[in-house]
């Protein structure tokens, strides 16, 4: 049995971050903020139109699923700079594509989805997932409070002090988001695979 599930995310640790840059980075990031939205509202329409082509096919548009996934691949590198991790202090690119920077998201492109799954996982199926996630991340969103965002802000005030990110929390800041960004993926019908309930790779 296959132990590794489609959906890697990895964020490598700045060993040199700044003590006090962590304050207003939710500042520098407002123009990640504003494509987002106008990405985020285009990628829900394309969820729509992926579910009917996999009811019907049982393929996810290539194209689309690019598009999605670079969504969530962008997201997820905002997030690391900023409040969901705050590993590195390396601005994020503005691409949708892979990129070399400390955060990276990755989902396997599927060659076949089952149809009828589609219409019950992303709501039925995933509920149990729902309730662990929104206790880790306070919300439908990435980014909305819960348990990560008082870990990564205990994080910083550490850092501030001590000049230093605890390696036991940022392990466990990754495994919450990790969780979080499978459970994602398969909402968003990327993977018929059921997310693990784990915090590992």
């Given at each position: ?10 964020g ?87 990129a ?9 492109y ?7 799954l ?84």
């Amino acid at each position: 049995m296959n132990d590794v599930y489609p959906v890697s995310l990895s964020g490598e640790l700045d060993p040199h971050l700044s003590r006090w840059l962590w304050l207003v980075k939710w500042l520098l990031a407002i123009p990640h903020f504003i494509i987002l939205v106008f990405l985020w509202v285009a990628s829900v329409f394309l969820w729509l139109v992926a579910l009917f082509a996999i009811t019907f096919t049982g393929k996810y548009p290539r194209g689309i699923f690019d598009f999605n996934l670079g969504v969530m691949r962008w997201t997820w590198r905002v997030s690391y700079y900023t409040y969901g991790a705050l590993g590195t202090d390396k601005y994020p690119p503005f691409t949708l594509k892979d990129a070399d920077y400390p955060a990276r998201l990755d989902v396997e492109y599927p060659e076949q989805l089952s149809r009828g799954l589609v219409w019950v996982k992303w709501w039925l199926l995933a509920i149990p997932h729902y309730i662990v996630v929104s206790f880790l991340q306070g919300g439908p969103g990435l980014r909305n409070g819960g348990l990560t965002f008082v870990l990564v802000i205990f994080a910083a005030i550490t850092l501030l002090f001590t000049g230093r990110y605890p390696a036991s929390l940022f392990y466990l800041v990754m495994g919450f988001n990790r969780w979080a960004l499978r459970v994602f993926a398969y909402a968003a019908l990327m993977r018929d695979e059921y997310p693990p309930f784990r915090l590992d790779p």
